[in-house]
């Protein structure tokens, strides 16, 4: 059974710190690319972060670029999402997803999400 389950969010003020994790099981995880999505209120899902399977290449929306940084630990199936500077705007539910093409068939598991609120 494929779980990915999210942990880590919380409310923060304005300039504060949060660190974000997902711990995945019931499937390999060292082969998925894997990325992080928030969505506020009323707004569309967004890509925020994302790691590749081979290599940890990475790549950030501009809106957090300098401020997060994604990583994963293979060893233990866990993604990690390090937010610094966080703004109001960070304000969302944000959501792991492991994706990987098998086939020519894609494989794309989502976890509950975890809310980040940024107020003061």
């Known amino acids: 059974q494929v779980q990915l389950v999210e942990s880590g969010g919380g409310l923060v003020q304005p300039g504060g710190s949060l660190r974000l994790s997902c711990a995945a099981s019931?499937?390999?995880?060292?082969?998925?690319?894997m990325r992080w999505y928030r969505q506020a209120p009323g707004k569309e899902r967004e890509l925020v972060a994302g790691?590749?399977?081979?290599?940890?290449?990475?790549n950030y929306a501009d809106s957090v670029k300098g401020r997060f940084t994604i990583s994963r630990d293979d060893a233990k199936n866990t993604l990690f999402l390090q937010m610094k500077s966080l703004k109001p705007e960070d304000t969302a539910e944000y959501y792991c997803?492991?994706?990987?093409?098998?086939?020519?068939?894609?494989?794309?598991?989502w976890g509950q999400g975890t809310q980040v609120t940024v107020s003061s």
């Open positions: 997803n492991a994706r990987r093409v098998v086939a020519g068939s894609i494989l794309d598991y």
């Open positions: 790691i590749s399977a081979i290599g940890g290449n990475t």
């Open positions: 019931g499937f390999t995880f060292s082969t998925f690319t």
